[in-house]
């Protein structure tokens, strides 16, 4: 019997992806790498992000953007990660 091939498109993962972390694993239904995905950059937050940048970014005030680097790293590595499972 032949499995129906499921073609997602990778752009859509990866914008998907960029606009919240783990929603373009999510769109392609791979749900634990979603969680997997959100953990780290939870993690990364938490232990390389300055509290003071955090309360600046969510007041929408400037911030240092070389302080949210591991953050900017998590996310574009998920990016790029939902790119590349929905290429495969």
């Known amino acids: 019997m032949n499995r129906p091939v499921s073609r997602k498109r990778p752009w859509v993962a990866a914008v ?3 606009v919240a972390m783990g929603l373009g694993h999510l769109y392609l239904r791979r749900w634990r790498r979603a ?3 959100s953990a780290v ?3 990364a937050t938490l232990l390389f992000v300055d509290p003071a940048v955090l309360a600046a970014v969510a007041r929408g005030g400037p911030a240092d953007p070389t302080a949210l680097t591991p953050v900017l790293a998590v996310g574009s590595l998920s990016v790029a990660d939902a790119y590349l499972l929905a290429r495969a």
């Open 16 to 18: 998907l992806g960029a």
């Open 35 to 37: 969680l997997g995905w």
């Open 41 to 43: 950059f939870f993690g």
